[in-house]
C-alpha cells in the first residue's frame, strides 16, 4: 500500500465541476456571472471576477461557500495553507470580517456536525485585511485528510460598502497533500512476483 504524499494545489475552475472537483454555495447571485466558481478560477483581474452572495429572505449569516476535492468525494487532502484574496474592486470590496475555514470527512456533510474548524478569523486573534484585492494567508497544522472544504461567513467589513447582507470572495486557494486512502474494510491488494532459487537443488520456485 503506497501511503506517500503528493503536494495537492487546487485547480483552476472553467465551471463548478471542470477540470475536477465541485464548488457550490449556500446562496447564489441572480447575476450568474458572481457564481461560485468564480471564486476557484485563480484570477481577481476583473472586477467581477469573484463569488458574490446575496442575502438569503431571512436576511441572516452565517453564509457558506463549498470546495469539494473531487466529483465522486473519493478523494481526500491535507491542507497546510488557504490563501483568501479580496474581490477586486476598491467600491464595492464586500470583504469578509469573520468567518471559519473549515473541513469535513463525511461523504456527504449534512449539517454543522459534519464539519471541522480548521481556521478561525475571529477578528480578535486572527484578522482579516478587508482591503481591494488583499491576499490574507492562513496556515493550517492538522494530520487529517478531508474530501470537503468550506468558508463559513459570519460577518462582512461593513465599510466597503455598508452593505452588510452581501459578500464576495475573489479566490480562494488551497494548498496541501493527497494520497490515496485504502478503504480498511475493503483493501486494495498487490501482489508481486518473486522469483526463488535453490542452490542446493538448482531449482526456481514463484513465490506470491
Known amino acids: ?21 465541485v464548488c457550490w454555495a449556500d446562496v447564489l447571485h441572480t447575476n450568474t456571472e458572481f457564481s461560485p466558481w468564480k471564486a476557484f478560477n485563480g484570477t481577481t483581474t476583473d472586477l467581477n471576477d469573484c463569488y458574490m452572495s446575496i442575502d438569503p429572505s431571512t436576511g441572516l449569516f452565517p453564509l457558506c461557500l463549498y470546495y469539494s476535492v473531487s466529483d465522486t468525494n473519493d478523494k481526500w487532502v491535507k491542507p497546510t ?10 467600491t464595492a470590496i464586500r470583504a469578509m470580517a469573520t468567518f471559519l475555514i473549515q473541513g469535513s470527512q463525511v461523504l456527504h456533510p449534512y449539517d454543522d456536525l459534519d464539519w471541522e474548524t480548521l481556521v478561525n478569523v475571529d477578528g480578535i486573534n486572527l484578522t482579516h485585511n478587508g482591503a481591494n484585492a488583499a491576499v490574507n494567508t492562513y496556515y493550517v497544522d492538522t494530520n487529517k485528510y478531508y474530501r470537503h472544504f468550506r468558508i463559513k461567513c459570519l460577518t462582512v467589513n461593513t465599510t466597503s460598502p455598508a452593505n452588510n447582507n452581501i459578500y464576495t470572495v475573489g479566490d480562494w486557494n488551497i494548498k496541501g497533500y493527497t494520497n490515496d486512502v485504502i478503504d480498511v474494510l475493503n483493501p486494495v491488494q498487490k501482489y508481486f512476483l518473486v522469483n526463488v532459487y535453490n542452490k542446493t537443488t538448482d531449482e526456481t520456485y514463484d513465490m506470491y
Request: hydrophobic residues 20%; proline residues 6%; charged residues 20%.
Open 1 to 21: 500500500a503506497d501511503y506517500s504524499e503528493s503536494e495537492y494545489l487546487r485547480p483552476n475552475m472553467t465551471s463548478k465541476n471542470y477540470p475536477y472537483g
Open 81 to 90: 495553507v488557504f490563501t483568501v484574496t479580496n474581490r477586486n474592486n476598491s
